[in-house]
C-alpha cells in the first residue's frame, strides 16, 4: 500500500477537530490515518475494520475485568475525579 500521498485541506469546526484527536489517540494513531481509516471503511475497501477489532477488543477486555475484580463498576484509582 505504497502509494503517493495527496495533502488535503479540510475544514471542520473547533468541535469535530477536538473530537478527531482524541479518537484517533485512543487508537493510537494520527490523525491523518484516522481519517484515511473512516473513509477506507465508507467505501468498504476494509473487511475487519479497526473499529470492529476495537469492538471485540473492548468486548473481551470487559470480561477479562469483570473476572478480576467481580464487579461492574471501574476500582477507583488515585488521582482521578
Request: proline letters at 2%.
Amino acid at each position: 500500500m505504497g502509494m503517493a500521498k495527496t495533502q488535503l485541506n479540510v475544514r471542520v469546526d473547533e468541535g469535530t477537530a477536538r473530537a478527531a484527536r482524541e479518537r484517533a489517540l485512543a487508537r493510537g494513531m494520527s490523525v491523518n490515518r484516522y481519517i484515511e481509516e473512516l473513509v477506507r471503511q465508507d467505501t468498504g475497501e476494509v473487511g475487519h475494520t479497526f473499529v470492529d477489532a476495537a469492538a471485540d477488543f473492548m468486548k473481551q477486555y470487559e470480561s477479562v475485568f469483570a473476572e478480576e475484580f467481580g464487579t461492574e463498576k471501574e476500582p477507583p484509582r488515585e488521582g482521578r475525579r
